[in-house]
């Protein structure tokens, strides 16, 4: 199979992380005979620094001629001081929307050999956790209405609106419960329904998508009760749908009670085959330019990526059986070790460790 991907480094330990997944890519290309053909782009502090603005025209076209896109991460110091527009953030949050990336999915899952890594107690690790988010990507709060007002009394008010439409919740809540459906059928639907009124019609859209799959068991839970369940019992979770500002914060967190951000992958999707793969970190410019990043979400993500843009399910389980066996063995980057004087593995070596693993 030829397989036409977009890749886009970004900043900070973004091209460290994607040195690996482009490396893994090619190790499956070579084991299974395919060929991965790259066409490299700019987006973030990179395009800023090159062309003055974050995401420049040729990056979308180039990523809508290609089958995926892959991306590392955007963002530092550097450019944080720049107006809303012109920030390196502003590219991922325009890739998403222009290309129509509505679904994100991450998922959440302590590999046993990691429950020390976790802070957690063994107690709770020890049911598992195993959760995947739906995270709403293209509406709420990162998309409505924005601005800077002066009051009656001429102080500075700054205001941010959410907003969902119905079939903004119904498509995002039919894949989760599309999801939910082959996993454990279980679906938690998060909002904040006792306050806003988007939450309210959110919660109502969810319930008439909730008799139509009768064989998913369904409960909404208020964000401030998830975020709490989330550490308290997280085996309880099977599939999490949830608005674009909520997904964001509840996956830090559930990347955090299964071992590392530096583990979880996510596929940006819309209804077809095409999808754009990034780890949920960001650029980490405390540790950028070290080679100490953990490169397993980023890896993890070329995996979705072959799965859901180019159906290739058996290379997909080649890469995460790889990178699962190599962290039972012992491989460990920084971030997964259990205190400060453990030795750890460089993310060159912690990618050498997954490549030696994929075998065919
Ligand atoms: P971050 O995710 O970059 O880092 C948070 C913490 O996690 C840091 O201590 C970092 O060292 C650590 N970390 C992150 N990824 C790691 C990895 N692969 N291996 C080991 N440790 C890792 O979040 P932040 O510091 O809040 O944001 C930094 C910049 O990244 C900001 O500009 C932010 O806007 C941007 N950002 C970009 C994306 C994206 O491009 N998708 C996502 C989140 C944040
Ligand atoms: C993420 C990031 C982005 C988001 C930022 C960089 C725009 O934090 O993908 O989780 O908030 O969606
Ligand atoms: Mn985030």
Request: aromatic fraction near 6%.
């Amino acid at each position: 199979m030829n397989c036409r991907i977009a890749v886009i480094p970004g900043d900070g330990i973004g091209p460290e992380v994607i040195t690996s997944s482009v490396a893994v890519l090619n190790r499956v290309g070579e084991l299974y005979g395919h060929t991965f053909t790259y066409a490299y782009a700019l987006a973030g502090g990179a395009a800023i620094d090159a062309y003055g603005i974050p995401l420049p025209d040729e990056t979308v076209r180039i990523c809508r001629e290609n089958d995926a896109v892959l991306l590392g991460a955007v963002g530092g110091p550097k450019w944080d001081g720049l107006p809303g527009d012109l920030r390196p953030e502003r590219a991922i949050l325009g890739l998403r929307s222009q290309l129509g990336l509505y679904a994100n999915i991450r998922p959440a899952r302590l590999m046993p050999s990691l429950a020390g890594a976790s802070p957690l107690r063994g107690s709770i690790t020890e049911k598992g956790i195993d959760i995947i988010f739906v995270r709403e990507l293209t509406g709420g709060i990162y998309f409505g209405e924005r601005g800077r007002m002066k009051s009656s009394v001429g102080s500075v008010c700054a205001y941010d609106t959410e907003c969902y439409s119905e079939d903004e919740v119904i498509r995002i809540g039919c894949k989760a419960f599309e999801l939910a459906a082959v996993r454990r059928r279980n679906l938690v639907s998060v909002d904040k329904a006792n306050v806003l009124e988007s939450s309210r019609l959110w919660r109502e859209v969810m319930h008439g998508l909730a008799e139509r799959y009768p064989d998913v068991r369904y409960r909404d839970l208020y964000v401030d009760n998830a975020a709490m369940q989330l550490v308290s019992n997280p085996s309880d979770f099977d599939v999490v749908v949830l608005s674009n500002l909520f997904g964001d914060i509840l996956t830090d967190e559930a990347s955090a009670i299964t071992g590392s951000i530096g583990l979880i992958p996510s596929a940006s999707v819309g209804d077809g085959t095409f999808g754009l793969y990034e780890p949920i970190h960001g650029s980490a410019p405390d540790i950028a330019g070290k080679n100490i990043a953990n490169p397993v979400a980023s890896i993890l993500s070329a995996a979705m990526l072959l799965r859901h843009s180019f159906s290739l399910d058996e290379e997909a389980k080649q890469i995460e059986d790889a990178a699962e066996r190599a962290i039972r063995d012992g491989a460990r980057t920084k971030d997964l070790t259990d205190s400060a004087g453990d030795a750890f593995l460089s993310t060159r070596e912690m990618t050498e460790a997954i490549l030696s693993r994929i075998c065919g």
